[in-house]
């Protein structure tokens, strides 16, 4: 059909809305409530155009085209309307936008810059509530928060956690946790999506900055670090390059410039993973043990378990994820190698991820009351921390990750994108049953982003069901129906964030699903052109295995790399 829009006609669908049609034009309509492709709510008001014909100003976001509709995008009525909205929301809006952590990136400083709101035209008295920081991982200023709603969407819709929500009514309604009480007893997963979607500066990440360099300036200290598998396709585009490009080489120098002693890759720690969860997985298929088995990689997944799913706690993999994984052979194997004494050494891990801050801190990652890991950073917060020591990654030639635990292989790579866990465990699988690697070892049915994934996988006599789900919204789907008698799936992948880590709750906030798919193309770019594409090939992990922990599920295995979950009551 045909609607006109600023005077000029142009085709719309029948069935989308105006501001499906205007963005495919490529005029943008600012918003502040909407989130793509979920159901409009049409709160906030920014997105209004003038519908010539009535004379009326309709929410684009929740108005349908039809054949002869005109309308005024940028009209004087239009903009003024805008103004009005962001003045009002400025007017009990916190003035501290340079000690705020989204200056610069924040949509509400945004609009007013693109309003030409210069002056205070409207006064209000200014929000007053209480900062939580009860969190393990996440921050709440309630003062920042302008009811948008997108937060309470995200997690309810998109998680299926709900552990935010608008209460009280009126001029008095405001976002908040059950009884008013802090995040760290509600629901809350850590999975970050809040943030990811939060305009403002009302949600971040809780900052271990201070920690961190205190351990850094300490000479008697030695500081180790260790990054995800995505975190090197993941950041390029923070500092002007072109976006999934990978890193690594250059990330590793960076880390060295900063002033760390030692520079991991997370993804050993993926490959070590795979062969746990990979001979867990065969353990149960050929002991008839507790099947399906669902991965555990995802903290943000494993604690949804453990409060909306405890009757599937005996399905997760008790492997520890490739951070704990990680950080617990560093505290044993490599500082008994270079001779550190536990206390002497800070550990440290670069996530995609708001979660792993939670789970470094979890009791259950600790060997004698010693934390795997001492401190998480989200992406977003190393690339404040490269720009904070003044480190100029345009003019650093690559390096690589420290010996031993240098090595990786593309299979743990693809950790960092969803389906890539069960990918590189079928790759191992397959080869622990069969003795013989895959025919080809890319498995496409597991390869896009849709929210859910099924197919089956023949290892010699076995016909193994894989299903991998992303959005924990979508995993309680899967879970009924496997509750209601379903038993054709053996192994679940299940990451909390809508595309994997690709997409974690650490990631720069952009919005953008593009990006996201980038970062993912990226991953998969590198296991198509590098040679190790297996993780049982992985020489360091070999080598691992040999001198340290004799073979995967060993006692000493069992001891540094496997954990347990319990169930949590929680205010939900």
């Known amino acids: 059909m045909k609607i006109t829009v600023n005077n000029k006609i142009i085709e719309a669908n029948n069935g989308e809305t105006i501001l499906d049609a205007l963005t495919r034009e490529g005029i943008k309509v600012p918003t502040l409530c909407h989130l793509k492709n979920m159901m409009p709510t049409g709160a906030c008001r920014m997105c209004v155009v003038e519908d010539v014909d009535s004379g009326k100003l309709v929410t684009s976001c929740s108005s349908p085209v039809y054949e002869g509709l005109e309308v005024k995008t940028h009209s004087a009525r239009v903009n003024e309307s805008r103004k009005t909205i962001v003045e009002l929301l400025l007017s009990n809006h916190p003035d501290d936008c340079l000690y705020c952590v989204r200056n610069g990136n924040c949509e509400l400083q945004g609009l007013s810059e ?34 948008c709603g997108r937060c309470v969407r995200i997690c309810e819709e998109v998680m299926g956690v709900a552990c935010i929500d608008f209460v009280q009514r009126g001029n008095q309604t405001v976002v908040g946790t059950a009884f008013d009480n802090g995040l760290n007893t509600s629901s809350c997963v850590n999975c970050g999506q809040c943030i990811m979607v939060c305009p403002t500066g009302a949600l971040t990440e809780k900052n271990h900055f201070a920690e961190i360099k205190q351990a850094l300036q300490n000479p008697n200290i030695k500081v180790a670090i260790q990054y995800a598998p995505s975190i090197s396709v993941s950041i390029a585009e923070e500092f002007g390059m072109k976006p999934g490009i990978d890193i690594n080489g250059i990330m590793n120098a960076a880390i060295r410039k900063i002033g760390f002693d030692y520079v991991f890759d997370t993804t050993f720690g993926a490959d070590l993973t795979i062969m746990e969860e990979s001979s867990e997985l065969i353990d149960r298929i050929v002991n008839n043990g507790k099947l399906p088995l669902i991965t555990s990689c995802c903290p943000g997944w494993v604690k949804y378990a453990e409060e909306f799913a405890p009757d599937f706690i ?24 270079e001779k550190i004494k536990t206390e002497d050494l800070y550990s440290v891990a670069i996530m995609p ?50 010996n031993p635990l240098g090595s990786r292989t593309s ?6 994108t969803t389906g890539g866990v069960a990918e590189a465990a079928i790759r191992t699988a397959h080869y622990k049953l069969t003795g013989k690697e895959l025919i080809e070892f890319k498995i496409e049915a597991l390869r896009d982003f849709k929210n859910r994934k099924e197919t089956i996988i023949k290892i010699g006599d ?27 799936i053996q192994f679940i992948e299940v990451m909390a964030c809508p595309g994997g880590c690709v997409g974690g709750g650490g990631q720069p906030i952009k919005m953008d699903e593009e990006a996201i798919r980038i970062r993912a193309k990226s991953l998969y ?18 080598k691992l295995y040999a001198d340290f922990l004799d073979e995967p599920l060993s006692e000493k295995a069992h001891k540094l790399l496997h954990t347990h979950y319990q169930k949590r009551e929680v205010i939900k």
Do not use: W
């Not at 205070?120 to 003062?143: H, T, W, Y």
């Not at 005996?314 to 190698?337: H, L, R, W």
């Open 353 to 402: 991820c708001t979660a792993k801050k939670f789970e470094g801190q979890r009791e259950e990652m600790t060997q004698n009351g010693i934390s795997d890991v001492d401190a998480v950073l989200t992406t977003r917060e190393f690339v404040k921390l490269i720009k904070m020591y003044g480190i100029d990654i345009h003019n650093l030639n690559s390096e690589v990750a420290n």
């Open 525 to 542: 770019s590198i296991d198509d052109k590098e040679s190790l594409k297996a993780s049982h090939k992985n020489p360091d992990v070999q």
């Open 314 to 337: 005996d399905n997760i993999s008790s492997c520890k994820s490739p951070q704990q994984m990680t950080g617990a052979v560093i505290k044993s194997y490599f500082i008994e190698k």
């Open 114 to 147: 693109e309003l030409s709101i210069t002056e205070r035209r409207i006064r209000g008295r200014k929000n007053k509530q209480a900062l939580d920081r009860s969190s393990s991982s996440i921050v709440r200023d309630p003062e920042k928060c302008i009811l």
């Open 411 to 416: 299979a743990g790579k693809l950790f960092g």
């Open 462 to 488: 076995l016909e193994l069901g894989v299903a991998v789900v992303n959005g924990l919204a979508n995993a309680k789907e899967l879970l009924d129906e496997i509750r209601a008698g379903r038993n054709d």
